[in-house]
T-cell receptor
Framework: KAGVTQTPRYLIKTRGQQVTLSCSPI?????VSWYQQTPGQGLQFLFE???????NKGNFPGRFSGRQFSNSRSEMNVSTLELGDSALYLC??????????????FGPGTRLTVT | SQQGEEDPQALSIQEGENATMNCSYK?????LQWYRQNSGRGLVHLIL?????REKHSGRLRVTLDTSKKSSSLLITASRAADTASYFC?????????????FGGGTRLMVKP
């Protein structure tokens, strides 16, 4: 099976712009979670989608949003980018059900740099 | 803020030695998982231990869980240079509204050949 794929792998944006990141989960996985990783804050949970519905959301401002499509692919969007949004954004997929109860499979991440 | 803390933050050992990393968490958990990350890439799942388990093995990995102390440890035996990576514990808490893993700060392990 192909692993979790994320596009693009690298992105450079300017403050105030918006960005959309994409994640394709492993075939058959219906849960997709997003995480932000920075040197200062570490790995932080953004949100989780299951069957096109957001099931849980971390403590991030409303500028961060996401969605999931019927084929389980997910996108996350960050509007009005700030310098502090520079991070590695990781997507993870898992089988149906409570995704935290079983292992998650991570993609390679998208490295976003905001200048 | 992260639920878990890991100790040490960095560890440097020689090939062949054992590496032990510790993780603490704050709330009751359903399970605790360990992940490895190479150089800013994606995370790779290593092992999952449920709250009713005390010890689990997988190859050269041994994980223990002490729910009374809210702590876990990961032991890598007979380390190899290829084990050089960052290691993260992640907890799944029963009182979460939904499904998410809360990660610790990670331990950077360097194994010298």
């Amino acid at each position: 099976k192909a692993g979790v794929t994320q596009t693009p792998r690298y992105l450079i944006k300017t403050r105030g712009q918006q960005v959309t990141l994409s994640c394709s989960p492993i075939s058959g996985h219906r849960s997709v979670s997003w995480y932000q990783q920075t040197p200062g804050q570490g790995l932080q949970f953004l949100f989780e989608y299951f069957s096109e519905t957001q099931r849980n959301k971390g403590n991030f401002p409303g500028r961060f949003s996401g969605r999931q499509f019927s084929n389980s692919r997910s996108e996350m969007n960050v509007s009005t980018l700030e310098l502090g949004d520079s991070a590695l954004y990781l997507c993870a997929s898992s089988l149906a059900g409570a995704s935290g109860r079983i292992e998650q499979y991570f993609g390679p991440g998208t490295r976003l740099t905001v200048t | 803020s992260q639920q878990g803390e890991e100790d040490p933050q960095a560890l440097s050992i020689q090939e062949g030695e054992n590496a032990t990393m510790n993780c603490s968490y704050k709330t009751s958990i359903n399970n605790l998982q360990w992940y490895r990350q190479n150089s800013g890439r994606g995370l790779v799942h290593l092992i999952l231990i449920r709250s009713n388990e005390r010890e689990k093995h997988s190859g050269r990995l041994r994980v223990t869980l002490d729910t009374s102390k809210k702590s876990s440890s990961l032991l890598i035996t007979a380390s190899r240079a290829a084990d050089t990576a960052s290691y993260f514990c992640a907890s799944f808490a029963v009182n979460n509204a939904g499904n998410m893993l809360t990660f610790g700060g990670g331990t950077r392990l360097m194994v010298k050949p």
